[in-house]
């Protein structure tokens, strides 16, 4: 029986290294699905993004319309009204109400298409910043499988140096 222990323990190292090998790349495989599943996530983030915007903006232009048409008929029915009561809707104070109602009308639309234009920055902006934060853990994915797999094989290298040396203590293989 003292022929089969250095054999044994040959073995047990052998095993011991490639089970630690499995583990690292094991745990390394991990990290990968991590680190894919987190750019792609960046890739999604970044057209969410994107798409949010445009229904942001199309949003704003949507009701700057609105409001365009329902400040052309309000204009409409001071014209009709100075009009009916025999007052010149285009001279004097009469021009100067119009010309506001329109100037009001005007700087309502600027206002809507510029918060819609802001809020559609600001979407933009953070789907960046998302995206930013998924890729960077993707990167740390990334190093985390390389050291998994890193010390797997440093894991094996100790099961081998290890082994080989109960070998060499015990004298088997006529070793010491």
Request: charged share 20%.
């Given at each position: 029986?003292?022929?089969?222990?250095?054999?044994?323990?040959?073995?047990?190292?052998?095993?011991?290294?490639?089970?630690?090998?499995?583990?690292?790349?094991?745990?390394?495989?991990?990290?990968?699905?991590?680190?894919?599943?987190?750019?792609?996530?960046?890739?999604?983030?970044l057209k969410?993004?994107?798409?949010?915007?445009?229904?942001?903006?199309?949003?704003?232009?949507?009701?700057?319309?609105?409001?365009?048409?329902?400040?052309?008929?309000?204009?409409?029915?001071?014209?009709?009204?100075?009009?009916?009561?025999?007052?010149?809707?285009?001279?004097?104070?009469?021009?100067?109400?119009?010309?506001?109602?329109?100037?009001?009308?005007?700087?309502?639309?600027?206002?809507?298409?510029?918060?819609?234009?802001?809020?559609?920055?600001?979407?933009?902006y953070n789907?960046?910043?998302?995206?930013?934060?998924?890729?960077?853990?993707?990167?740390?994915?990334?190093?985390?499988?390389?050291?998994?797999?890193?010390?797997?094989?440093?894991?094996?290298?100790?099961?081998?140096?290890?082994?080989?040396?109960?070998i060499a203590?015990?004298?088997?293989?006529?070793?010491?």
């Amino acid at each position: 029986m003292a022929g089969a222990m250095p054999w044994l323990q040959l073995g047990g190292a052998v095993l011991g290294a490639v089970g630690s090998q499995q583990a690292g790349n094991a745990q390394s495989a991990v990290y990968a699905i991590n680190s894919d599943m987190h750019e792609r996530a960046a890739a999604i983030e970044l057209k969410m993004g994107k798409y949010n915007a445009a229904v942001l903006r199309e949003s704003a232009k949507e009701t700057a319309e609105d409001v365009r048409r329902k400040g052309e008929r309000d204009t409409a029915r001071t014209t009709v009204a100075f009009a009916a009561s025999g007052i010149e809707s285009f001279s004097g104070t009469a021009s100067d109400v119009v010309f506001d109602e329109t100037l009001k009308v005007q700087r309502n639309m600027a206002r809507i298409i510029m918060s819609g234009n802001a809020k559609a920055n600001m979407a933009e902006y953070n789907a960046s910043r998302l995206a930013w934060n998924h890729m960077a853990q993707a990167q740390i994915a990334d190093y985390q499988g390389s050291q998994a797999s890193a010390a797997g094989d440093m894991g094996a290298l100790g099961s081998l140096i290890g082994g080989a040396y109960d070998i060499a203590s015990t004298g088997g293989f006529g070793i010491g």
